[in-house]
């Protein structure tokens, strides 16, 4: 029964090599994770276990502990502490500011209650000519950052601002200077949260744009 | 949340008062058509955010507020501006701004005396139609519909069984008869063997016949296993990791229409889509579900405290676990794709929309990126970098022949391993 053997081993390999399937918390057996595991520092990874992956280095560095994950140990002198590898970013040089892409200096006014947005925005100007095309982008920008409160037509009219007692402005009513808006957007108002980590400045000022076309005339 | 006092404006205030007092004496609601029909369009531009006329919302619900005011001139007082009103010591003003947490009301300076009064007509007459029926919404909408065509393939399969049953039965007695009749024939010696040679499970085992069946079967199964096997090492796709807190995709991004880039943001800048910072769950969840406990867990990582709402400072990363990962030996960038090539998440991602747990959809392979860049066209609208390309290639391959990602170096090995 040699070919009976034969069969049987196949498929003990086979199931075997089945339980190297990626599935729920298992991601799966991998193949070469020396070459699959970033030497740099990647972005939303995590260290898990810093010994594995110890004999990658055992031969050049016997006394370092090497391991697959972000473990490049010229990356910053923390993480020479294994116990607490660190990223290695840099910080700015101290006493300088960035600018964005257009030259400009971040925007720097505080959150302010209702009665003082307007003194705090007077002066300010959109930099951007509400031409038809910044009109589109400020569209498209709005559908990202805006229409699940807001609603399409501005109106307050979305899934969440009717399920959830939550104060959702309606923009087709509200008669707001763009400045006014871009403050809002930048450090929120009401329930409104802050959202000026998440919508660049020169996106700001396009939504701000297009909202000022959502009023009913 | 606005929360101020407004006492600076007490003594404007009582001055106000004293001087609005005599004029809005006579003021009454009225109940002619053309005011209710106002003060809907008013009540939905300038309330609705805050206000239902039966539910309560932000505020309270406006039905029956005649029954609580102190009277219409009050009314209209706080409508224009409450803070004033609170700052005044009015008592029910004091009552009801307390009620709410101090949550400040907007005020409304610019609505005219005559407007508040549309407003109020249209709620009350808003508040005296009868209920609507409920709508009734099951958990699973869809189910019924989707358990059709599931009870009729059942049906199918019973059917089938009782049918090879019977047939079953039915060869069982030609078996029989069969056997009657040849008991009841003279046969000859070699007949009989033939007749009598018992069918037992050891002979059909050592049959030839049934032997290549067998081994034909095991090798081809245990061939194909080992291969399918082979096939996912080094490859996650399924990867459904549970995640530190339960945040589900199908509530957010399918139930809510949330948009993907609104906590994605990375994606249209840079290499990597991003998880989101927690402030970003912020801008909701101060307000919505503060109880859950999934939601706590959140504001355990971020030191915030839902009954003062104030940060503590002592933060403590929430550790996501990544699902999708490119190996380093290669090169992936979010916002090539999603910007230039206009490639919607789900191309890549799936039905992100329905899933509570996020798994690995695609497979990540090599094979499959290179698939995608022999088949995919770029995308060249409203793109002037790409108008001399797609020029050139229609030129030199005809006008039918369309400019593919391959076509301008998308299967080249330096574009993504370097």
Same mark, same amino acid.
């Given at each position: 029964?040699?070919?009976?053997?034969?069969?049987?081993?196949?498929?003990?390999?086979?199931?075997?090599?089945?339980?190297?399937?990626?599935?729920?918390?298992?991601?799966?057996?991998?193949?070469?994770?020396?070459?699959?595991?970033?030497?740099?520092?990647?972005?939303?990874?995590?260290?898990?276990?810093?010994?594995?992956?110890?004999?990658?280095?055992?031969?050049?560095?016997?006394?370092?502990?090497?391991?697959?994950?972000?473990?490049?140990?010229?990356?910053?002198?923390?993480?020479?502490?294994?116990?607490?590898?660190?990223?290695?970013?840099?910080?700015?040089?101290?006493?300088?500011?960035?600018?964005?892409?257009?030259?400009?200096?971040?925007?720097?006014?505080?959150?302010?209650?209702?009665?003082?947005?307007?003194?705090?925005?007077?002066?300010?100007?959109?930099?951007?000519?509400?031409?038809?095309?910044?009109?589109?982008?400020?569209?498209?920008?709005?559908?990202?950052?805006?229409?699940?409160?807001?609603?399409?037509?501005?109106?307050?009219?979305?899934?969440?601002?009717?399920?959830?007692?939550?104060?959702?402005?309606?923009?087709?009513?509200?008669?707001?200077?763009?400045?006014?808006?871009?403050?809002?957007?930048?450090?929120?108002?009401?329930?409104?949260?802050?959202?000026?980590?998440?919508?660049?400045?020169?996106?700001?000022?396009?939504?701000?744009?297009?909202?000022?076309?959502?009023?009913?005339? | 949340?606005?929360?101020?006092?407004?006492?600076?404006?007490?003594?404007?205030?009582?001055?106000?008062?004293?001087?609005?007092?005599?004029?809005?004496?006579?003021?009454?609601?009225?109940?002619?058509?053309?005011?209710?029909?106002?003060?809907?369009?008013?009540?939905?531009?300038?309330?609705?955010?805050?206000?239902?006329?039966?539910?309560?919302?932000?505020?309270?619900?406006?039905?029956?507020?005649?029954?609580?005011?102190?009277?219409?001139?009050?009314?209209?007082?706080?409508?224009?501006?409450?803070?004033?009103?609170?700052?005044?010591?009015?008592?029910?003003?004091?009552?009801?701004?307390?009620?709410?947490?101090?949550?400040?009301?907007?005020?409304?300076?610019?609505?005219?005396?005559?407007?508040?009064?549309?407003?109020?007509?249209?709620?009350?007459?808003?508040?005296?139609?009868?209920?609507?029926?409920?709508?009734?919404? #099951?958990?699973?909408?869809?189910?019924?519909? /989707?358990?059709? $065509? =599931?009870?009729? *393939?059942?049906?199918?399969?019973?059917?089938? @069984?009782?049918?090879?049953?019977?047939?079953?039965?039915?060869?069982?007695?030609?078996?029989?008869?069969?056997?009657?009749?040849?008991?009841?024939?003279?046969?000859?010696?070699?007949?009989?063997?033939?007749?009598?040679?018992?069918?037992?499970?050891?002979?059909?085992?050592?049959?030839?016949?049934?032997?290549?069946?067998?081994?034909?079967?095991?090798?081809?199964?245990?061939?194909?296993?080992?291969?399918?096997?082979?096939?996912?090492?080094?490859?996650?796709?399924?990867?459904?990791?549970?995640?530190?807190?339960?945040?589900?995709?199908?509530?957010?991004?399918?139930?809510?229409?949330?948009?993907?880039?609104?906590?994605? #943001?990375?994606?249209?800048?840079?290499?990597? /889509?991003?998880? $989101? =910072?927690?402030? *970003?769950?912020?801008?909701?969840?101060?307000? @919505?579900?503060?109880?859950?406990?999934?939601?706590?867990?959140?504001?355990?990582?971020?030191?915030?405290?839902?009954?003062?709402?104030?940060?503590?400072?002592?933060?403590?990363?929430?550790?996501?676990?990544?699902?999708?990962?490119?190996?380093?030996?290669?090169?992936?960038?979010?916002?090539q794709h999603?910007n230039v090539a206009g490639i919607?998440?789900?191309?890549?991602?799936?039905?992100?929309?329905?899933?509570?747990?996020?798994?690995?959809?695609?497979?990540?392979?090599?094979?499959?990126?290179?698939?995608?860049?022999?088949?995919t066209e770029v995308n060249g609208k409203d793109n002037?970098y790409y108008?001399?390309?797609i020029?050139?290639?229609?030129?030199?391959?005809?006008?039918?022949?369309k400019m593919?990602v391959?076509?301008?170096?998308?299967?080249?090995?330096?574009?993504?391993?370097?």
């Amino acid at each position: 029964m040699r070919i009976g053997h034969t069969s049987l081993a196949v498929i003990a390999i086979g199931l075997a090599l089945a339980g190297c399937k990626a599935g729920g918390d298992n991601p799966g057996l991998e193949y070469a994770p020396n070459m699959y595991h970033s030497v740099a520092y990647e972005p939303l990874s995590q260290v898990t276990d810093t010994t594995a992956g110890a004999w990658v280095n055992a031969l050049e560095n016997p006394s370092v502990k090497g391991e697959y994950f972000n473990s490049n140990y010229f990356n910053g002198k923390s993480t020479f502490d294994r116990k607490s590898p660190v990223s290695n970013m840099r910080e700015p040089a101290p006493h300088t500011v960035k600018r964005n892409a257009y030259g400009w200096l971040p925007y720097r006014n505080k959150r302010v209650s209702k009665d003082s947005i307007d003194l705090v925005v007077a002066g300010m100007k959109n930099p951007f000519d509400s031409t038809k095309a910044l009109v589109a982008e400020g569209k498209v920008l709005y559908e990202y950052y805006c229409q699940h409160c807001h609603g399409k037509t501005g109106a307050a009219e979305s899934k969440i601002a009717t399920k959830y007692p939550l104060g959702v402005a309606n923009l087709t009513a509200a008669d707001y200077s763009e400045p006014h808006i871009f403050q809002v957007i930048t450090h929120g108002a009401g329930n409104m949260g802050a959202h000026g980590s998440q919508v660049s400045p020169d996106d700001r000022w396009k939504i701000a744009t297009y909202v000022r076309t959502l009023r009913k005339k | 949340m606005m929360n101020y006092r407004a006492a600076r404006f007490s003594i404007f205030l009582i001055s106000a008062f004293l001087f609005l007092a005599p004029s809005l004496s006579a003021q009454t609601v009225p109940t002619d058509d053309e005011s209710v029909k106002n003060g809907e369009t008013l009540f939905k531009n300038n309330c609705y955010s805050c206000h239902r006329v039966k539910e309560k919302w932000t505020g309270p619900a406006l039905a029956g507020y005649q029954n609580r005011v102190p009277s219409i001139e009050w009314t209209i007082a706080w409508v224009k501006n409450s803070a004033k009103l609170i700052a005044s010591g009015d008592e029910y003003a004091n009552k009801i701004y307390n009620e709410y947490n101090k949550s400040q009301m907007t005020a409304f300076t610019n609505l005219k005396d005559e407007e508040i009064l549309d407003i109020l007509a249209y709620v009350e007459v808003e508040a005296a139609k009868p209920d609507a029926a409920p709508v009734v919404v #099951t958990e699973d909408g869809a189910a019924p519909a /989707a358990g059709v $065509p =599931s009870a009729y *393939i059942n049906a199918i399969i019973i059917g089938m @069984i009782v049918i090879l049953l019977l047939l079953l039965v039915v060869l069982g007695f030609i078996v029989s008869t069969l056997k009657r009749v040849v008991e009841n024939r003279n046969l000859s010696e070699e007949e009989k063997e033939v007749v009598e040679s018992p069918i037992t499970l050891s002979t059909v085992t050592r049959s030839p016949g049934f032997i290549f069946l067998v081994i034909f079967l095991v090798t081809t199964v245990g061939f194909k296993t080992v291969i399918d096997g082979l096939f996912t090492i080094g490859v996650q796709q399924g990867y459904a990791p549970k995640q530190p807190i339960a945040f589900s995709h199908k509530i957010h991004a399918g139930e809510n229409e949330v948009n993907c880039k609104y906590c994605h #943001t990375g994606v249209m800048k840079g290499k990597q /889509a991003n998880i $989101p =910072s927690p402030n *970003i769950c912020m801008n909701c969840h101060t307000q @919505i579900k503060t109880e859950s406990p999934e939601i706590k867990k959140i504001y355990a990582a971020i030191g915030y405290d839902p009954a003062t709402g104030t940060y503590s400072g002592k933060t403590e990363p929430i550790k996501w676990v990544r699902i999708h990962n490119i190996p380093d030996l290669a090169y992936f960038n979010h916002a090539q794709h999603v910007n230039v090539a206009g490639i919607e998440c789900q191309t890549c991602h799936g039905p992100i929309e329905e899933m509570e747990v996020v798994y690995q959809y695609s497979l990540l392979t090599m094979g499959w990126c290179i698939d995608c860049h022999r088949k995919t066209e770029v995308n060249g609208k409203d793109n002037a970098y790409y108008d001399k390309l797609i020029q050139l290639h229609e030129q030199s391959k005809g006008k039918n022949n369309k400019m593919k990602v391959e076509d301008i170096g998308g299967l080249e090995c330096a574009k993504c391993h370097y």
